[in-house]
């Protein structure tokens, strides 16, 4: 049992801020009215499903069934390779995914002993994989840097580890308790982070959003402080729009959020998102003012219009 399907049964079930601008033209104005409607893009293939991304061509990925898959604008589903669980992705390269990988073993599954077979594969289109970084135990989310290395939580422990471009791993922060999420503020100086727990034996949820300041060269100055805590907690991916405001999945209560960092301030986007999970903002042919969102318990994947597009994303 991995991580995902521990959520399913304990479910109740830097120094600078990004100021928001005003609507234009350009808004999809049908989104106006939150929390916007949920649609249903693809059903009944996963089991369970959790990260989500567009490669550099536009095309979507997702992490589900322990497998990644392609889905094409229509919903149809491909797989595209098996591997040990469902977690986190991201964009490399023109083509490539990462694919977060706990391995043969876990924390929530094997308990505290020792565990370092955790796996970030770099993965093709057409399935080819390879190993990127070992030794991480339970890596979670992965978020590309501009220097082409990586930063991967591991919300098991307390660790965000930074990823050199050729492997090599060592701890970036341990300053937030089981950090999931992450992104950077539009400017680079900000780095978010969703804390999804208090404690894991047993579980309890926590629903704080982290903000470490960084300096120029990246990394985290002083001690992180809290932005928001919306909701009951419990909170998995994050994402950021072109206005600087972060998106946070709430897996526990099923509700995705809207933080302004500059004020705290918070908005519910959508509710009725079971398992909320990952989010990633349509890019190609998919739509652009749209987020596309999993879900770790029933293996869904929504459509969510917010009338706004998602930030650069690097790659």
Do not use: C
């Not at 929530?108 to 080819?128: A, H, L, Q, S, Y």
């Not at 908005?267 to 999993?294: K, M, P």
């Amino acid at each position: 049992m991995e991580i995902v399907s521990v959520r399913f049964f304990v479910s109740f079930s830097l120094l600078s801020l990004t100021v928001a601008v005003p609507l234009t033209l350009a808004d999809n104005v049908a989104a106006a009215e939150f929390p916007a409607p949920a649609t249903v893009f693809v059903e009944g293939v996963f089991e369970r499903s959790e990260g989500i991304a567009f490669n550099g061509e536009g095309r979507l990925f997702v992490s589900g069934n322990r497998a990644l898959h392609e889905i094409s604008p229509d919903g149809s589903v491909r797989k595209v390779v098996d591997l040990y669980s469902n977690l986190g992705l991201a964009p490399i390269g023109k083509r490539d995914i990462l694919y977060a990988d706990f391995g043969p073993t876990n924390i929530f599954r094997d308990g505290e002993k020792e565990n370092k077979d955790g796996i970030v594969w770099r993965i093709t289109p057409e399935g080819e994989k390879r190993v990127l970084a070992e030794g991480i135990a339970d890596p979670n989310f992965i978020l590309l840097r501009k220097d082409g290395s990586l930063l991967v939580s591991d919300d098991g422990v307390d660790d965000i580890y930074h990823v050199s471009s050729d492997g090599r791993v060592r701890l970036f922060t341990n300053r937030v308790k089981h950090p999931n999420g992450m992104v950077f503020s539009l400017d680079g100086r900000s780095l978010f982070v969703a804390q999804i727990f208090k404690q894991i034996h047993p579980i309890v949820p926590d629903n704080r959003i982290w903000r470490f300041d960084l300096d120029e060269s990246g990394q985290p100055i002083g001690e992180p402080v809290v932005v928001a805590a919306p909701g009951e907690g419990g909170h998995d991916g994050l994402a950021m729009d072109e206005r600087g405001r972060i998106y946070v999945a709430e897996n526990g209560s099923g509700r995705v959020w809207r933080i302004d960092p500059a004020t705290g301030d918070t908005e519910l986007i959508a509710e009725n998102v079971a398992g909320a999970a990952s989010i990633a903002f349509g890019q190609g042919v998919f739509d652009r003012h749209s987020i596309y969102l999993t879900s770790t318990r029933f293996g869904t994947v929504w459509k969510v219009d917010v009338g706004v597009a998602g930030a650069p994303v690097q790659r």
